[in-house]
C-alpha cells in the first residue's frame, strides 16, 4: 500500500499561480518506486473526476487539453509529485488529488483515466476566484 498526501492548495485569483505536492510512502513504494507512475487529478463539486496531467514510471508525461502550457507535472525527488499551476481560471477551482500506481501502462493516454489508480491522496482545495 502506497500513502499519499498532498498539500499546497488555497484560494488564488484568476491568472494567479499554486504549486501542488504529493508525498508518497509506504514500504511497497519505497522498495519499488521506480515502477510507480502518479497523475493528478481534480473533481469539482457535481463534476466528473478529471484527469489533469500523469507521469509514466518511464519518465514520459502527459496532460488534460485544458491544462497544456500552463501545468507541469514533475518530480522533485523520490518522494514528492509536484504539479505547478499558472495561469488559473476560476472553473478550475475543485479538490485536487493525487494518485498512484505500480505499472506504466500500455498507453500514456490511460494515465489521466483514475481506474488505472489504486492508491489515492485525501486531496488538496484549490479555489480560484475571479
Known amino acids: 500500500q502506497v500513502q499519499l498526501v498532498e498539500s499546497g492548495g488555497g484560494s488564488v485569483q484568476a491568472g494567479g499561480s499554486l504549486r501542488l505536492s504529493c508525498v508518497a510512502s509506504g514500504y511497497a513504494y519505497s522498495v519499488n518506486y521506480r515502477r510507480y507512475s502518479m497523475g493528478w487529478f481534480r473533481q469539482a463539486p457535481g463534476k466528473e473526476r478529471e484527469g489533469v496531467a500523469a507521469?509514466?514510471?518511464?519518465?514520459?508525461t502527459i496532460y488534460a487539453d485544458s491544462v497544456l502550457g500552463r501545468f507541469t507535472i514533475s518530480k522533485d525527488n523520490v518522494n514528492t509529485l509536484s504539479l505547478q499551476m499558472n495561469s488559473l481560471k476560476p472553473e478550475e477551482t475543485a479538490m485536487y488529488y493525487c494518485?498512484?500506481?505500480?505499472?506504466?501502462?500500455?498507453?500514456?493516454?490511460?494515465?489521466?483515466?483514475?481506474?488505472?489508480?489504486?492508491?489515492w491522496g485525501q486531496g488538496t482545495q484549490v479555489t480560484v476566484s475571479s
Open positions: 507521469l509514466g514510471s518511464d519518465g514520459r
Open positions: 494518485a498512484a500506481v505500480s505499472r506504466t501502462p500500455t498507453t500514456l493516454e490511460r494515465l489521466l483515466n483514475g481506474d488505472e489508480y489504486n492508491s
